[in-house]
């Protein structure tokens, strides 16, 4: 069976938040996008809006710690694409209503450059402002054509959000373990605890909590016990 590279019904399905919106205690996810990054090319250095490409699983070391190098796609204005023509432009993630703060409408869209790539270090993106945070929709949608892009194979958003599901939940549990220690420990340290906890079992004997998270009807329980746990244990 053919598939065809999919559109959004809805332009904001593709965000998870944008602007003041992005919680600051979310972990660097795929399809973040960081406005004024420095970045290296044959001209030198220069400030560009870009967006991370790489997959959640090869973003950290250790489930914490970014890796030296990261892939990011550069992002600028483009004309709205319509979502008819999503199964064109392939070499490119559009991005509609990216800016929707913008009083010109044709300065709210822009796309994600598959074929204008950068590697930059942490420091480098810690340096640029996050502005979106794509929703696992808009995560899956740029796999799809990022994978196609490279491939020409269309892998359907679906097939992706099977094998990333638990990685979106996994980051969701870090936000909100995050945003509950804040005014008791650093990000990165209320990160690393609670990625400790997700690799402890559920139950004695049992898989950890972050494999048990590839099993839905596991979600909610594992988020219940988390809330428990930081209601009860202070911050170690």
């Not at 991370?52 to 550069?74: E, F, N, T």
Request: hydrophobic content about 40%; glycine content about 4%; aromatic content about 8%.
């Amino acid at each position: 069976m053919a598939y065809q590279l999919e559109a959004p019904k809805e332009w904001d399905d593709l965000y998870q938040a944008r602007g003041d919106d992005v919680n600051l205690y979310r972990p660097f996810l795929t399809g973040d996008v960081f406005r004024g990054v420095p970045t290296v090319d044959s001209a030198g250095e220069k400030k560009r809006d870009v967006i991370l490409v790489q997959h959640p699983c090869s973003l950290r070391i250790d489930g914490v710690r970014l890796v030296p190098k990261l892939l990011v796609a550069k992002v600028q204005q483009f004309p709205v694409v319509e979502r008819e023509d999503w199964t064109g432009h392939v070499r490119i993630m559009p991005l509609p209503e990216l800016l929707p703060e913008e009083k010109n409408p044709k300065k709210r869209h822009s796309s994600a450059r598959f074929e204008d790539l950068f590697i930059v270090t942490p420091e480098q993106l810690s340096q640029g402002v996050r502005h979106a945070c794509m929703s696992p929709l808009g995560i899956n949608t740029l796999m799809q054509r990022w994978v196609f892009n490279s491939t020409r194979v269309t892998v359907p958003t679906t097939t992706f959000h099977e094998r990333n599901a638990a990685v979106f939940e996994e980051v969701d549990l870090i936000e909100e373990w995050c945003e509950e220690r804040a005014e008791a420990m650093d990000p990165v340290d209320a990160s690393a605890e609670c990625v400790a906890w997700l690799r402890q079992p559920s139950v004695d004997g049992g898989v950890s909590r972050q494999l048990a998270l590839r099993e839905a009807q596991q979600r909610s329980p594992i988020r219940r016990q988390m809330r428990t746990y930081l209601k009860a244990t202070p911050p170690a």
